[in-house]
């Protein structure tokens, strides 16, 4: 709920106006996770809320240390079942959280262990904001970043996922900044167009892995109804719309996406954008032959993109000990 949803229940209770902004804060600022712990409201008003409420949205099944300091996985369970992935990165005030946006994901990515395990349900804004706040809770941390990167395509669950990002936002509520949440998209070129005009400046980061359609329709099934040239038309026009800078995100699978030719065309391909290039080895996931590019590959890639003038980086996912690292998570590990 947006902090206006919870001053107008809170009127609608015919509570104190003030109880409002004490309830915000224990869900938001310091969250607990059950209302009973909200000890500043009254016993009678507290009884009144858990009538109308129910905050206790995921349960923590397993939580697995990476050996790589400062990276946790969590793995929670809904109300019906559904599993939902979360991943800690850092430490002191540069932490990241990694959140879902679906149990599962109907997009099958092969590179992908989320994809390969077919999709549930979409998360409700509550079960989004719940992974975040339940972390600050149980390990008193604070939030630097928050990045839709763990499992399904946030996109697809779009409404949710614009709401969540209001609450993560808004000074009322978690107060987090917008240029420190990041949304990552397979690229679907209708939404892509719709955030441009949301007045919101959250960082947009597009997982591309190919320079041509045939290479990345061969990663990304979702690239056969929306290829390169779609999507590439729809990040132009947010481009021009928020003048924000896009992220590519490209995953270096052996033998699949890390030719000089690849690099090249990519360069090509990203030419005079305003973006920037994460390129990222492949971390290995169950039941899937792909390899990971080798060190020396990804950095011809990255020097190839570099001398072409596109902004690139190599970046380290972190967690790959406990598949918690980019494409790993899937909830598998009680399935
Ligand atoms: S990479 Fe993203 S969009 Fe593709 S299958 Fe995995 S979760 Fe879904």
Redesign the pocket.
Known sequence: MEAYEIKALVEKMGLKKFRASQIISWLYKNPVLDIDSMSNVPLQDRKMLKERADISGLELVKKTDSSERHTSKYLFRAHDGALIETVKIGSGDKITICVSSQSG?A???L??A??ANGFFRDLSTAEIIGQVTYLISTEKIKINNIVFMG???PLLNYENVIKAIRIMNSPDSMGIGIRRITVST?GLPKQIRKIAGEGMDFNLAV?LNAPNNQERSDL?P?NRKFPIEELMKAVDHYIQKTNRRVTFEYILIRGENDSIKDARELAELLSGKLCHVNLISFNRVKGCDFGPASGERINLFYQILANSGVNVTIRKSKGSDISAAC?QLAGACIK
Do not use: A, K, R
């Open positions: 994901c997009l099958g990515c590179f992908c989320t994809g499992m399904g395509e397979c997982s990304m979702i494409g």
